[in-house]
């Protein structure tokens, strides 16, 4: 059996330039983990390296004296930079052969996909390791390769675009591991995250002090934030999938009993759905008034599939004379009180359910900066609204960050008073 059917542990190595300069972020990483967690196999480590086949082929022997088994994504296409099966040959110290087989295989799919010859840049494409095994992809031309050594260590290739990929994870990876003993073990990794909003990662904290035990393997813990709110994530190791099931599930109740209140949902969960669905639910129809977001807010409820049984329309009131016109906001309340206030938010909210004729109105206006902050009012106040059948309720923010980061906020911070509100 090879360590890595032992250990349950593989190590992860994402090739290409666009990663390092950030150009590109590493969703296929971030896939593979959570796919090979859920079949008890762990990613020890997870490496991004550039397109040089010397780096390359470091990263990947230093990976596989740690675990012996390693999945590289990446570099297997048919330019100059695809740099990936010329170092795992490196490392194996293989010769690199054409096959034949999924070369003739291109050539046919090019005449018939595009209607022209292969271009001859696309046979780096058929170059695999001596000894190496072809892993077909249904998904594109790029062959993924598995190579293996005398002491059982082993590197699987994959490509790095991410719809071929992900297939390839189902098609291949995942079957590839288990047949070699990868997770045999029994050991199951389950993970679960409850996603919330509107309270400060450090008040979390204090919170959930003793609440979660944070030491030990068999449970981990952690706070992650950002723009969106923080993520509470949990993640379980035990013996089986039942067990872990359970233990994941009395963690989970005890977060949600110390902080229920400000759980939106769990794992993958978008609050303007969570939203738009609790309003259905109700026959509950729903309008904006933006001033400083823009539109944002209803790009986000109308991004959610469906939604149009339940989200009207809405006025983006940028200017003050937008906002008398379209929401009748009194002038005289800008002049004295200015654009962004409680007063105005308040006849911003009303004059969209009155305007569209509906159950529930949210409004926004505030400064997003990077300009027009004063010492009353600076960069990052922001007032939000929510209007639902005949209770009114206005809240002040004082948000951080960029001026998308602020708008953003503003939004979530919108959605989440209406959900609390419907709650």
């Not at 969703?27 to 008890?40: P, Q």
Request: glycine residues 10%; contains cysteine.
């Amino acid at each position: 059996m090879s360590q890595a059917g032992r250990n349950a542990e593989v190590e992860l190595v994402t090739i290409g330039d666009e990663l390092l300069l950030g150009f590109t972020i590493d969703t296929n990483g971030a896939h593979i983990a959570r796919r090979l967690a859920e079949h008890g196999i762990a990613v020890a480590r997870r490496v991004a390296v550039g397109d040089e086949v010397e780096v390359i082929a470091e990263a990947v022997r230093e990976a596989l004296e740690r675990t012996g088994a390693v999945i590289t994504t990446g570099g297997l296409g048919p330019t100059s930079d695809d740099l990936t099966r010329d170092a795992v040959a490196q490392v194996f110290g293989r010769e690199l052969l054409v096959d034949e087989s999924h070369l003739e295989w291109m050539r046919d799919r090019w005449k018939k996909r595009f209607g022209r010859d292969m271009p001859e840049s696309n046979r780096r494409q058929a170059m695999i390791p001596a000894g190496a095994k072809r892993l077909d992809n249904k998904h594109g031309s790029a062959p993924g390769i598995l190579i293996e050594d005398e002491r059982g260590r082993f590197v699987v290739t994959l490509p790095g675009v991410p719809r071929e990929l992900r297939g390839m994870v189902e098609d291949t990876l995942i079957p590839l591991l288990r047949d070699r003993g990868c997770g045999a073990g029994g050991e199951c990794i389950k993970s679960l995250t409850l996603r919330t909003t509107g309270v400060a990662e450090s008040l979390l904290q204090d919170k959930l002090q003793g609440v979660i035990p944070t030491e030990g393997r068999d449970l981990q813990f952690a706070y992650l934030p950002g723009v969106d709110g923080v993520d509470l994530r949990l993640t379980v190791r035990a013996r089986n999938a039942a067990l872990a099931e359970q233990q994941l599930n009395r963690a989970a109740s005890a977060l949600r009993a110390a902080v229920g209140e400000s759980i939106y949902g769990e794992n993958d969960a978008d609050l303007a759905r969570v939203l738009l669905d609790a309003c259905r639910s109700r026959k509950l129809k729903v309008a904006v008034a933006e001033s400083c977001t823009g539109g944002l807010l209803g790009a986000r409820l109308t991004s959610v599939p469906g939604s149009s049984d339940v989200f009207v329309g809405g006025v983006i009131a940028y200017s003050n004379e937008v906002k008398v016109r379209e929401l009748a906001v009194s002038g005289r309340d800008l002049q004295e009180h200015g654009a962004v206030s409680e007063q105005v938010v308040r006849q911003m909210a009303l004059g969209a359910q009155e305007r569209f004729d509906v159950d529930v109105a949210l409004a926004i206006t505030g400064v997003a900066g990077p300009n027009g902050g004063t010492v009353d009012k600076p960069v990052g106040l922001v007032w939000i609204c929510a209007a639902i059948g005949d209770r009114i309720e206005p809240r002040k923010i004082q948000s951080w960050g960029d001026r998308q980061e602020i708008r953003h906020r503003a939004a979530q911070a919108a959605m989440e008073l209406a959900r609390r509100m419907l709650a």
